[in-house]
């Protein structure tokens, strides 16, 4: 081995050295190396940063399973493995099974699939690691306190996968709670090792993986200079005819403005099916497009006369049909192009993939810097294909849409890239524990220890220092969950649930943190492809498109919830849940910046750049390149400010807080339309008035005038707060008010037009 590879292998535990050995690995890559001495000479918190399949799990489990086999704790040790999909656990469980059976340490996959014989094994074991979710360590918390205390004291570290994923996102903000909840029972700090291969801002995500502690979190950035990437985006401009198909988004992508016409589908099948010789990956960003582009590739394969091979992989989709996908790409007997959602943008293993495919914009550049990182895996380049499909700018939805205009999707893409290039990834944009999650972990507390004290409750949710929280709002938070009926006060001053409390705190709903919609089984031949949202309007000979395969419902069973299909020769509909946008500042900036520009990227095609410089054109012939603003001075005005959507968000709410305008955000939130003097009259207030004044009026204003405010969304539990907090708690998730305020103040009026 090289030197620094020798120098971590040397401290390493000797079963550990064995086991590498027997590998046949000649050397540790630098960021095993790093992990190796900061794990094992200090007690830092640590964050690996590195590429999918680059060796980030053996980077943290070589020497956390050495530090766990060293010690001579006669409770033993244990660490936790926190994955945000059951299907990551199974995978990783595969991949750390020879490791931890050779050594002999107990591995336990832990959540709804796994037996109450698996789970009892870490209660006798004493060296383990625990693969589980974070509603499944919530669970454990309410309904087995003394299981999750005694798994505490033998706590030795937590690993925290794909944590790019609970970044920002309310789910992130409970398995920060449920670290600390843990460290509390444990009665000493559990060091936290997180994964991920695209994060930004380093300090920001040190706060949010150590908040009492973030300067001892170290970062190990595995390097990926001189890789090259094989990259082309093509356009694709569409008429006006569209395929009928639902309008609803899959996980993380809104479907409204996906919805893509049929020729351009076609057209993306095609090309796609030029490369059915090899292994690919699709993202066409909605669970509609997934299936349409497999039924597409799969009829040119029976026309053709050819193996069909193409195959969809989405969240509604059954375990055992994702599984067959995934293990039939694993095993790489046959090419396989694979049209999924996010459920593979994470690190499920599924073999090699030669090139990935991505049918439209995505929202962020770390999402699309993950789905790339699927390709070019174990030394080979990764390739990108891009296809973008605009509107002519003929169709009628031109004349008066700016992002048909400007080709949204085309410069949001190139946007992407250009960032992806520049090392750029959103930074986490929303730090601390929201209010409602606080007021789901009140309850929470309270199931798990049975009742507490008001000042002892205070000093747990204080001591984390996660918590937005003041101690004001922390009573008004008690008196919410009182007047709800969720919790009473004893007369020895103790708190503790009601029954109702009891009731909701131990239903399966209580433990996730993101809204969840009962569902229809689907169901052919006694076998279960699918299960679909029970809001979604179905009847008896209706079509479906699920699995890559054609469907007609048979009969619809309301009782037990289920639908029975047969094979059918129509195409139907794929049933799914709403999404919206959230566009970065930063993505919208660089938008702007190539619109200005005159340089033509090597990567895009013929079309590409023919959308691109008619995007130009079309920009400098309203003069924006000059102004920002489209309108005349004592009238109407269309603003661009260029601004992320927490932003924009903003600039409506402040405009309909501060003036007696109704402003409207359009155009894929390019555009705010609204009076030149609302504008005006907004910036001259703002000019007066400190951030605290401002936050203030918000409030007081959509407080008293409910019913004509437009309300951000909140979350699915922010009905347990009282109204005053509940629009605290929406307007610091949904809006960045200092964002907000530094664009409107940056507003310029039209000139006015001379008499």
């Known amino acids: 081995m090289a030197a620094g590879s020798n120098s971590a292998y040397s401290l390493l535990h000797p079963k550990i050295q064995s086991w590498i050995y027997s590998r046949g690995w000649t050397q540790l890559n630098p960021a095993q190396v790093q992990s190796i001495h900061a794990i094992l000479d200090t007690q830092n918190d640590l964050v690996i940063s590195a590429p999918t399949a680059s060796g980030k799990t053996e980077a ?382 009140i309850l929470s507390i309270l199931a798990q220890t049975g009742g507490t004290s008001a000042s002892k409750l205070w000093r747990q949710i204080q001591s984390a220092e996660a918590y937005s929280c003041s101690l004001d709002y922390f009573k008004e938070i008690l008196n919410s969950l009182g007047d709800k009926e969720l919790i009473i006060q004893l007369s020895n001053g103790m708190l503790t649930l009601s029954e109702r409390g009891e009731r909701m705190t131990h239903s399966m709903d209580f433990y996730t943190v993101f809204d969840t919609e009962r569902e229809f089984s689907v169901f052919n031949s006694g076998n279960l492809i699918a299960r679909i949202p029970i809001s979604s309007l179905l009847a008896e000979g209706d079509y479906l498109l699920l699995a890559g395969r054609r469907w007609i419902i048979k009969s619809i069973n309301e009782a037990s919830q289920s639908i029975s299909v047969v094979q059918a020769q129509v195409r139907g509909i794929t049933p799914g849940g709403a999404g919206r946008l959230r566009i970065h500042t930063r993505i919208r900036k660089k938008m702007k910046q190539i619109l200005e520009s005159n340089s033509i990227p090597g990567y895009v095609d013929e079309t590409s750049l023919k959308l691109l410089s008619e995007a130009r054109e079309r920009y400098h012939l309203l003069g924006l390149h000059d102004t920002s603003v489209l309108g005349f001075h004592d009238g109407l005005v269309t603003w661009f400010p260029w601004s992320g959507s927490r932003s924009v968000s903003g600039i409506q709410f402040l405009l309909t807080a501060l003036t007696d305008d109704s402003p409207t955000v359009h155009s894929r939130e390019l555009g705010v339309t609204a009076k030149c003097s609302s504008f005006l009259e907004a910036k001259e207030k703002l000019l007066a008035l400190s951030l605290q004044e401002v936050e203030e009026q ?58």
């Open 698 to 755: 918000m409030l007081a204003f959509f407080s008293t005038t409910l019913e004509s405010a437009v309300t951000p969304s909140s979350g699915k539990w922010s009905w347990l707060l009282p109204k005053s907090l509940k629009y605290i708690d929406c307007f610091s998730r949904d809006i960045d008010l200092p964002q907000a305020i530094e664009e409107l103040l940056s507003f310029e009026p039209p000139v006015a037009e001379e008499d």
């Open 60 to 441: 943290a489990f070589l020497p956390l399973i050495s530090e766990l086999l060293a010690s001579d704790s006669p409770t033993g040790g244990l660490i936790v493995y926190v994955s945000p999909l059951k299907a990551l656990i199974n995978d990783q469980w595969k991949r750390l099974e020879s490791l931890c059976k050779e050594v002999d340490i107990q591995i336990i996959p832990w959540h709804g699939d796994i037996s109450a014989a698996t789970k009892g094994r870490v209660s006798s074991s004493l060296r383990s690691v625990i693969l589980i979710t974070p509603e499944s360590l919530e669970a454990m918390l309410v309904n087995r306190p003394q299981l999750a205390r005694s798994i505490a004291k033998k706590l030795t570290s937590f690993v925290l996968d794909e944590f790019h994923s609970f970044v920002g996102e309310h789910r992130g903000e409970q398995l920060v709670s449920l670290l600390d909840r843990f460290s509390l029972l444990a009665e000493r700090y559990v060091r936290r090792v997180a994964l991920s291969a695209t994060l930004g801002d380093r300090s920001a995500v040190a706060r949010l993986l150590s908040p009492t502690k973030p300067s001892r979190v170290q970062h190990i950035q595995a390097s990926q200079e001189g890789q090259s990437i094989r990259l082309r985006v093509f356009g694709f401009e569409s008429g006006e005819v569209q395929i009928q198909m639902d309008p609803e988004a899959d996980e993380n992508i809104p479907d409204k403005d996906d919805k893509e016409p049929v020729d351009f589908l076609h057209y993306v099948g095609r090309q796609i099916y030029e490369h059915r010789n090899s292994t690919n990956l699709i993202f066409p960003n909605s669970r509609s497009n997934t299936e349409v582009i497999v039924d597409i590739g799969n009829q040119l394969c029976t026309e053709a006369g050819v193996p069909k091979c193409f195959w969809a992989h989405h969240g509604l989709l059954s375990k055992d049909v994702r599984e067959d996908v995934e293990q039939r790409a694993r095993e790489g007997a046959k090419p396989m192009s694979i049209s999924c959602t996010s459920t593979l943008e994470m690190g499920i293993d599924i073999g090699a993939v030669d090139s990935v495919f991505q049918v439209g914009p995505t929202q962020s550049v770390s999402s699309l810097r993950q789905r790339l990182g699927r390709s070019g895996r174990r030394g080979k380049q990764p390739v990108l294909r891009a296809y973008i499909n605009e509107k002519s700018l003929e169709s009628p939805a031109a004349q008066n849409d700016y992002s048909v205009m400007f080709r949204e999707s085309l410069l949001r893409s190139m946007a992407c890239l250009e960032l992806i290039a520049s090392d750029w990834y959103e930074p986490p944009e929303i730090e601390g524990i929201s209010l409602c999650i606080t007021a789901h972990q």
